[in-house]
T-cell receptor, first 116, second 111 residues
Framework: KAGVTQTPRYLIKTRGQQVTLSCSPI?????VSWYQQTPGQGLQFLFE???????NKGNFPGRFSGRQFSNSRSEMNVSTLELGDSALYLC???????????????FGPGTRLTVT | QKEVEQNSGPLSVPEGAIASLNCTYS??????FFWYRQYSGKSPELIMF????GDKEDGRFTAQLNKASQYVSLLIRDSQPSDSATYLC???????????FGQGTTLQVKP
């Protein structure tokens, strides 16, 4: 099976711009989660989608948003970029929703976002 | 108190030794526990998951879970230099349904 794919892999933006990142989960996986990883804060949960519905949300400002399509592909959007948004953004797919039994997440390669 | 705590390390072991990585968690109701390996510049890779008290073995890796003491550990036998990476412990919160990650322990295996 093909793994989780994320596009683009690298991105450079300037403050105030917006950005959209894309994630395609493993075939058959219906849950997609997004994380931000920085050296200082580690891996922080952004949100999770299952069947096109946001099932869980982390403690990030409203500038961070996401959505999921009927084919389980997901996008996340960050508006009005700030310098502190520079990070590795990781997408993870799972066959199940978090509240249902076991839960294994498989990560994509990530998108490295640099805000200047 | 952090929800998931790990010693940041680095933990340095000689090649061929057993590396022991530990993780404690605060949510007593948690049922699912995961270990990820992350090489520098790469994304986390799931290497073990454990749901029941006791040990779970997979090749050179053994995950140990003690719910009463609220800790989970990862043992790596016959450590190899290629095992040098950051190991992330993750716990599925019973309260929020979110996967909570520790800060990770850096393991260095010296030839």
């Amino acid at each position: 099976k093909a793994g989780v794919t994320q596009t683009p892999r690298y991105l450079i933006k300037t403050r105030g711009q917006q950005v959209t990142l894309s994630c395609s989960p493993i075939s058959g996986h219906r849950s997609v989660s997004w994380y931000q990883q920085t050296p200082g804060q580690g891996l922080q949960f952004l949100f999770e989608y299952f069947s096109e519905t946001q099932r869980n949300k982390g403690n990030f400002p409203g500038r961070f948003s996401g959505r999921q399509f009927s084919n389980s592909r997901s996008e996340m959007n960050v508006s009005t970029l700030e310098l502190g948004d520079s990070a590795l953004y990781l997408c993870a797919s799972s066959p199940r929703w978090t509240q249902v039994g076991s839960y294994e997440q498989y990560f994509g390669p990530g998108t490295r976002l640099t805000v200047t | 108190q952090k929800e998931v705590e790990q010693n940041s390390g680095p933990l340095s072991v000689p090649e061929g030794a057993i590396a022991s990585l530990n993780c404690t968690y605060s949510d007593r109701g948690s049922q699912s526990f995961f270990w990820y390996r992350q090489y520098s510049g790469k994304s986390p890779e799931l290497i073990m998951f454990i749901y029941s008290n006791g040990d779970k073995e997979d090749g050179r890796f053994t995950a140990q879970l003690n719910k009463a003491s609220q800790y989970v550990s990862l043992l790596i036998r016959d450590s190899q230099p290629s095992d040098s990476a950051t190991y992330l412990c993750a716990v599925l919160s019973s309260n929020t349904g979110k996967l909570i990650f520790g800060q990770g322990t850096t393991l260095q295996v010296k030839p």
